[in-house]
């Protein structure tokens, strides 16, 4: 099998894609990083603990094969990023935690009906 050098496309496809992934991992780094340090801090937003986003740019060529395990890798350390920031959300004490249902005036309709 000849291996040929990449053409111009190729190469740039493979420069924009390392960039990419470059700076997505420095993202998980640092969201690493807060986790870890953060701990259950009462008053910290809960945005702060979602998972870093990686934009693709939509005129994006596709990712090089050579760059796939690279991307699954960064997949993996954000899905325990995920892991880590739910943890932490989960030990914060009930007081702190968001409400998900502002209490009704006159109590549950549960209530009302015993």
Not at 13 to 24: G, I, K, S, T
Not at 51 to 69: C, Q, R, Y
Request: glycine share 6%; proline share 10%.
């Amino acid at each position: 099998m000849m291996v040929h050098p990449p053409d111009a496309a190729e190469a740039v496809a493979f420069e924009l894609w390392e960039d990419l992934l470059r700076a997505y991992a420095e993202v998980i780094e640092q969201q690493r990083s807060f986790l870890l340090t953060v701990g259950a801090v009462e008053g910290a937003d809960d945005a702060a603990f979602e998972p870093p986003l990686f934009g693709i740019p939509l005129d994006a060529p596709p990712m090089p094969a050579a760059l796939e395990s690279w991307a699954t890798s960064l997949l993996t350390e954000t899905a325990g990023l995920a892991e880590i920031a739910h943890e932490i959300l989960a030990a914060r004490p009930a007081n702190v935690r968001p409400q998900l249902f502002a209490p009704s005036a006159g109590g549950s309709t549960l209530d009302q009906k015993i």
